[in-house]
T-cell receptor, first 111, second 113 residues
Framework: LAKTTQPISMDSYEGQEVNITCSHN???????ITWYQQFPSQGPRFIIQ???TKVTNEVASLFIPADRKSSTLSLPRVSLSDTAVYYC????????????FGTGTQLKVEL | DAGVTQSPTHLIKTRGQHVTLRCSPI?????VSWYQQVLGQGPQFIFQ???????GRGNFPDRFSARQFPNYSSELNVNALLLGDSALYLC????????????FGPGTRLTVL
């Protein structure tokens, strides 16, 4: 399983764009990049998943360069409610449901 | 539609006791996975069940066991509880057994004294 590395914490202000970068140098050909969000005392929530280039949904964008050794989760115009832990995972779709979470990035959004 | 539900929400046990945690997946989901989350760390995979069969097991001792019922609900059992078993136990469901998009329940907070 590919090991992912992301910053332990980040601070931002309301209305700003936040970019969280994840490093996954040993990503396998079959691995997808998946991001989850977790609030205190709740289960993680799926945000977005991608394989290459750019994926966008209603809450975030995911940028993955051609070499796939890193990826960036972009949260546009964050609000206080985006304060949470964000996990980057390199997961093989088709290999079962074993998601491997690291320690994540604690994002703190202030006024 | 109801999400993944787990019971109980909180539980206090003493060392050596046994505990059973329960999970009901989203309607139509056939796969259930269990995770343990210790404070300050990410969730760690314990088990996956799909169509009532164990499909994956994490690096946990044999004191941990699970099963999935015909209605796709699941139980996680932990025997001979240790202080280190204190954690948030999360259940996640997905449509099939190969999804990276899993839907997590709110968890059961287990405290072992």
């Amino acid at each position: 399983l590919a090991k992912t590395t992301q910053p332990i914490s980040m601070d931002s202000y309301e209305g700003q764009e936040v970019n969280i970068t994840c490093s996954h140098n040993n990503i396998a050909t079959n691995d997808y990049i998946t991001w989850y969000q977790q609030f205190p005392s709740q289960g993680p929530r799926f945000i977005i998943q991608g394989y290459k280039t750019k994926v966008t949904n209603e809450v975030a964008s995911l940028f993955i360069p051609a070499d796939r050794k890193s990826s960036t989760l972009s949260l546009p115009r964050v609000s206080l409610s985006d304060t949470a832990v964000y996990y980057c995972l390199a997961s093989f779709t088709g290999g079962g449901n074993k998601l491997t979470f690291g320690t994540g990035t604690q994002l703190k959004v202030e006024l | 539609d109801a999400g993944v539900t787990q019971s109980p929400t909180h539980l206090i046990k003493t060392r050596g006791q046994h505990v059973t945690l329960r999970c009901s997946p989203i309607s139509g989901h056939k796969s259930v996975s269990w995770y343990q989350q210790v404070l300050g760390q990410g969730p760690q995979f314990i088990f996956q069940y799909y169509e009532k069969e164990e499909r994956g097991r994490g690096n946990f001792p044999d004191r941990f066991s699970a099963r999935q019922f015909p209605n796709y609900s699941s139980e996680l059992n932990v025997n001979a509880l240790l202080l280190g078993d204190s954690a948030l136990y999360l259940c996640a469901s997905s449509l099939v057994g190969t999804d990276n998009e899993q839907f997590f329940g709110p968890g059961t907070r287990l405290t072992v004294l």
